[in-house]
């Protein structure tokens, strides 16, 4: 059995972004090399106009901005939830913790999903389940009703989490996406910035319900937008679960269907004759002998498991420390937003509002590393690209992160001190704008890297991503009170600047290692 090698864009005139590979088996007669980023499509998104590309660009960044509003903007209304509802204090942390398992862990599915029926289809039924989410949340009577609903409200969320960087992979050529992941984080960025702000404002104008109305309209503005505008950017040529069927094709010859079609003969429709000719030239590019009478491509259940591919992921080292690192630091920075709003609420005085307007700083800091972070990453890509002959590897990206590394861990004890000692709020808002533009740098980074080292696996690797990131928050979390109780604001932070090095360290371990653990992983994979 011989292999087929998949690789990314090779440099040239038309593809500037040189060579990575990634062996995938396959039964051929002989060796080829097929870039996975760039088989040949019908309507290739990434041909698309800079206006079709930036509308795509603003609409799931909207999406994903309503999803990071949706998992804080109830804190402001906490306790008029529980005076109203009869509530406990663990009832509503209950609230606040579904939100966060659904919606860290729920997007694996939704990624799977993707793949079979495309971006389009799953984002039309997520928003409509985030509608009736929180049109039931608004309406809810019961602290019981409140808690399933705000685990429907998050799966409902979360399927832009991963589907969005997969869809602007689809759109934008490798050498792009660290600028284009830096604009659009900055979106679920803004989102829990402005959530504290919105539900307080809301709460003290209204009542807590209106909080929920609102997000309600924004889903509904989010669910047309999906629907009247947006064109689907999935090419099933590009995926590997797609690939994955053919190879199996081949290799068992048995009768397999492609989105959602049956088997198809000769007297059936113009638009499964073309289907027909899709499949068979999908097969030629494989160097996969045609059979006539086997003329369609039926995803098996193993082809659509999304398991198997987040095992294959977490079998690379590389991958298991860079979800390490992106969920530990997005732990730290929702441990932050939390403690924080106490320290202000205890230890200063402050309201809901006011509370909210201290923590859009970090929400300012991180929006401007995003950005900045992202473009930082293109353009050191692009110099190391030229240092090293026009070729490109992966952990080139995990380059730029550096510079934000230097910055972190003094923020963060900076910040600890100031709150332990109880320093002019003015110094609180400095260090959440360097701890915000510093860990989101490094974040940006480090997720654009997992797009790039996992080709035809986008999808996949967001969301386990996002598994990694949503776990390590609820715990972190869950832990905060605690620990912030036991060791104060100094104490807890200093020790979270010590994970933070770490954090660093595995990062840095990536970029010297990841190539070589990388080729180790395909390789292992190619016997099985």
Known sequence: MATLTVVEAPSGPEHKTPCKKLDVEAS???????????????????????????????????????SGLASNIQNPSNFLIEEDLHATTSQISWTLAAFQLIQGNLPLLWSTASEIKGRKPVYLVASAIFVVGNAALALSKTIEVMIGMRALQAAGSCAVISISAATLADIYEPHERGTMMGIFYAAPLLGPALG?????????AFNWRASFYFLLICGGVIFLSFLILFKDTYRRERSLTYRSALQRLHTSREPVQSSGKSTITGHESRESQT????????????????????????????????????????????NVLILIANGLVFGFTYCLSYTCARTLANAYGYNALSVGLVLLCLGIGSIAGSVIGGRWSDRVLAKMMEANGGEWYAEMRLESSTLGMLWLPPAVIGYAWVCEKHVNVAVICVMLVLIGFSSIWMYTCTLAYLVDANPGRSCTAVATNSSFRGSLAFVSVMIAVPLQNA??????????????????????????????????GEERELKY
């Open 487 to 520: 060791l104060g604001d100094g104490g807890l932070y200093t020790v979270w600047a010590g994970i933070l090095i770490v954090t660093e360290l595995l990062v840095i371990l990536v970029l010297r290692k990841g190539e070589s653990w990388r080729r180790e």
């Open 28 to 66: 051929t007669d002989t060796n080829d090399t097929i870039d996975i980023e760039h088989v040949p499509v019908d309507d290739d998104p990434r041909q698309w106009s800079r206006t079709r590309k930036t509308i795509t660009l603003c609409m799931v960044s909207l999406a994903t901005m309503v």
């Open 196 to 204: 504290p702000i919105l539900g307080g404002s809301l709460s003290q």
């Open 275 to 318: 289907s027909v000719k899709d499949t068979e030239k999908q097969l030629r590019l494989l160097n996969v002998p045609v059979d006539k009478s086997v003329v369609a491509v039926r995803l098996s259940i193993k082809d659509i498991n999304p398991f198997p591919s987040c095992f294959r992921m977490l079998s690379r080292k590389n």
